[in-house]
């Protein structure tokens, strides 16, 4: 299964800054869907943001406005800027990626099944 690898997780006050680095092979950067979740403790893992084929981003409610999903082809890397951080935000963050399926009209779609992932980073907003 191939390797994601997260970094720049920290600890940070309510209303700092962070972005998190998501470094994948450079073939995940070509008709497929990249994402990024998190996961507080004691609670299930919900999506954060995504970023299609067509790098068309997408965001969970409670992040749009104030969270920013995009990538560096050149670098091999997804970011994921997060401002305004409150203390909700505090979870472990990981990154996902799947592979573009194509439709009958010859594009592409997101399938939402995400089977490669990171092992994460940690982000803890103080109040």
């Known amino acids: 299964q191939a390797q994601l690898m997260e970094s720049g997780g920290g600890s940070v006050p309510s209303g700092g800054s962070l972005t998190l680095s998501c470094k994948a092979p450079?073939?995940?950067?070509?008709?497929?869907?990249m994402g990024w979740f998190r996961q507080a403790q004691g609670k299930e893992r919900e999506g954060v943001a995504s970023?299609?084929?067509?790098?068309?981003?997408s965001y969970a409610d409670n992040v749009k406005d104030r969270f920013t999903i995009s990538q560096d082809k050149a670098k091999n890397t997804m970011y994921l800027q997060m401002n305004s951080l409150k203390p909700e935000d505090t979870a472990m963050y990981s990154c996902?990626?799947?592979?573009?399926?194509?439709?009958?009209?010859?594009?592409?779609?997101?399938?939402?099944?995400?089977?490669?992932w990171g092992q994460g980073t940690q982000v803890t907003v103080s109040s």
């Open positions: 996902a990626a799947e592979r573009a399926k194509k439709d009958f009209s010859g594009g592409y779609w997101c399938p939402g099944t995400y089977d490669s």
């Open positions: 450079s073939y995940m950067f070509w008709n497929y869907c």
């Open positions: 970023i299609d084929d067509q790098g068309r981003p």
